[in-house]
């Protein structure tokens, strides 16, 4: 079982990026998915969540700016990010819990069992 990031990168305020989750020998269509990010020094911050229906749930600070969205068939997560912020700058992850739906604590962080490795994102 392998989460794979990618897509991070350094842009500047107000810009956008798109980070792709991709799954490997994962039950992706029956599994809790989330995004979540780290800085140094500082507990990982869930970003957003979505379940195998596609509903979904954001923390307050990115509401209206990031997207989560998934590609069943692909076994593919993504989280499109527009107007962002400094404050935006972390590690992105992406995790994974084989559930029918996501735990409405799941952005607490530690419902997840599966992690990839992240991607960087910096915005300045």
């Known amino acids: 079982v392998q989460l794979v990031e990618s897509g991070g990168g350094s842009v500047q305020t107000g810009g956008s990026l798109r980070l792709t989750c991709d799954t490997s020998g994962y039950t992706y269509s029956s599994s809790c998915m989330g995004w979540f990010r780290q800085t140094v020094g500082k507990d990982r911050e869930g970003v957003a969540t979505i379940d195998p229906l596609g509903n979904s749930n954001y923390a307050d600070s990115v509401k209206g700016r990031f997207t989560v969205s998934q590609d069943n068939a692909k076994g593919t997560l993504y989280l499109q990010m527009v107007s962002l912020k400094p404050e935006d700058t972390a590690m992105y992850y992406c995790?994974?819990?084989?559930?029918?739906?996501?735990?409405?604590?799941?952005?607490?962080?530690?419902?997840?069992?599966?992690w990839g490795q992240g991607t960087q994102v910096t915005v300045s």
């Open positions: 995790g994974a819990r084989i559930a029918a739906s996501c735990a409405a604590d799941a952005l607490r962080g530690d419902y997840f069992t599966v």
